[in-house]
Structures are given as C-alpha cells and as structure tokens.
C-alpha cells in the first residue's frame, strides 16, 4: 500500500511538469481552507459504516499542486462496540485539469488516528490511515468551491503488535464540502 501512495506522488509530480505554460487554477502561494462530511464502507472482511466530517487547510507550494493537513472525526459501526475516532493526516494533492469554474484533482496522503475502542472491534485502538483518490472542484462564488471526491481509504496498525493483531479497514470513502481559496 505504501508502494501505491508513492506511486501516486510520483505520478502527480511527473503530470506537473506536463503542463508548465498552462494558467494556474489554483496559482503557487494560494491558501485554503476546506470543511467536508464523509462516509465510507469497508469492502473487504469486518463490517464497518464510517461517518465523519473532516476540517483542513492547504498550501499551493507549486501551480496547482497543494500539500494540506486535515483533522477528522470520524464514528465507526461496527461488531462489537461502536468507536468515535480522532485522526490527523497530509495530503498531497494535484490539480490535473480545469475548465472554467471545476477542476479535476488526485490527492494521496498519509496520518494516524486513535480510538476509544479497538477499530475494527477486534484490533488496536491506535492505527495508521492510507489514502488515494480523487475528486473535483466547482467554483460557486469568487473564492468558494464545492468540493467533491472518493478516496480508497485504508486503516491498519501495520503490525504495531505482529500480523496476527493486524486487522484491517480496507473502504471506499465518499466525501462532500465546501472550499475556501485565500
């Protein structure tokens, strides 16, 4: 999994440069703000129906191309007793395209989480997140963009206490919200 994220970055990185010349949608130097609600299902073992909301911001350090750290909450039904869940996270994300007032975008990113009960029921109450996916913007008012996306979404202790002790999250997260562009 770590390999595929790398993959990705190294995938935005290399379209960057494809497209030099071209005008900025999201120009070097611009701050963002984002607020979006999400929900994701594991699609592989445990029975998990996540809720959450997330609350970041972001760095365009190159046209187009942002790194942004996010907090999320997130409430996972679950087997076994629910669990609230707390998370911090970055992302990388990459503007590949835009026409008017949306943009298409690819984002990756990497963070922790912790719970207040072992998530899934029968795991770690600390854990890893992976995520990819990707998801468009759709200017609503001069600074304001409808955001919009599905991400595969992964949660796991990476073996913190051996294979055994290693269950997993494995989700398609769908998420909606607002973006703010300073």
């Known amino acids: 999994m770590i390999r595929r994220i790398c993959v990705v970055a190294a995938l935005l990185l290399f379209a960057s440069s494809l497209r030099a010349g071209e005008a900025s949608y999201f120009p070097q130097g611009t701050w ?3 607020i979006y609600g999400l929900y994701a299902k ?15 911001g972001g760095y365009y350090f190159r046209d187009n191309m942002s790194i942004n750290a996010e907090l999320t909450g997130y409430a996972n039904n679950q ?4 669990a609230s869940i707390a998370a911090g996270d970055l992302l990388l ?10 943009s298409f975008f690819l984002d990756a990113g990497a963070g922790v989480s912790y719970a207040d009960h072992p998530t899934p029921w029968y795991g770690t109450n600390f854990n890893f997140i992976l995520e990819t996916g ?12 409808l955001l919009t996306g599905v991400r595969y979404w992964h949660l796991s202790n990476a073996h ?22 300073f």
Not at 79 to 82: A, E, K, M, V
Not at 93 to 102: A, D, P, T
Not at 165 to 180: D, V, W
């Open 134 to 145: 990707a998801g468009t913007t759709l200017q609503l008012w001069d600074n304001v963009h």
């Open 93 to 102: 994300r990459h503007h590949l395209f835009h026409r008017g007032r949306f």
């Open 79 to 82: 087997f076994g007793q629910d």
């Open 160 to 181: 913190k206490e051996g294979p055994a002790h290693n269950p997993s999250i494995n989700a398609t997260q769908i998420y909606m919200g607002l973006l703010f562009k």
């Open 42 to 56: 594991n699609f592989t073992g445990e029975t998990a129906v996540i809720g959450g909301g997330t609350i970041g």
């Open 32 to 34: 963002t703000t984002s």
